[in-house]
């Protein structure tokens, strides 16, 4: 469901301040977890159990897990955290997002930051190899 179809439906505002501070709030709140818990590893364990639960029963769940991403989104090879099917064979599926132009261009921003950092994680393994 695009996200402004949800905001409508919810009756919520969907206009740029919103969303940039659904971003930002996003971005800090892993480290105000880690201010107010002394660690994020429960959060970490308690998903992990809920796609291990999806795997063992089967379960056909709709999560959103990092996985490769799909030639069709002509993004590259990379892993990005996308809706997909888990089951007994892992990822059975990745579904289609409908993205507006800057959720797309920012989309693709995230995926050319992780093939930068793997990059310089391959260079770095060739100079101590």
Do not use: W
């Not at 364990?45 to 769940?61: C, G, K, M, P, S």
């Not at 990745?94 to 992780?114: D, H, M």
Request: proline content about 4%; aromatic content about 4%; glycine content about 8%.
């Amino acid at each position: 469901m695009p996200l402004e179809e949800f905001c409508r439906e919810q009756g919520l505002g969907c206009d740029d301040t919103t969303l940039k501070n659904i971003v930002d709030q996003t971005r800090r709140a892993g480290l105000e977890i880690l201010h107010a818990k002394g660690a994020t590893y429960y959060g970490i364990a308690a998903a992990l159990v809920r796609i291990i639960r999806a795997i063992l029963h089967n379960e056909n769940a709709v999560l959103t897990v990092s996985t490769m991403v799909p030639e069709s989104l002509g993004l590259g090879e990379v892993s990005l955290s996308l809706p997909v099917i888990i089951n007994r064979d892992g990822v059975a599926r990745v579904l289609p997002v409908s993205l507006n132009p800057s959720e797309r261009k920012a989309l693709g921003t995230s995926a050319e930051i992780l093939k930068g950092y793997i990059a310089k994680i391959d260079r770095s393994k060739v100079m101590v190899g």
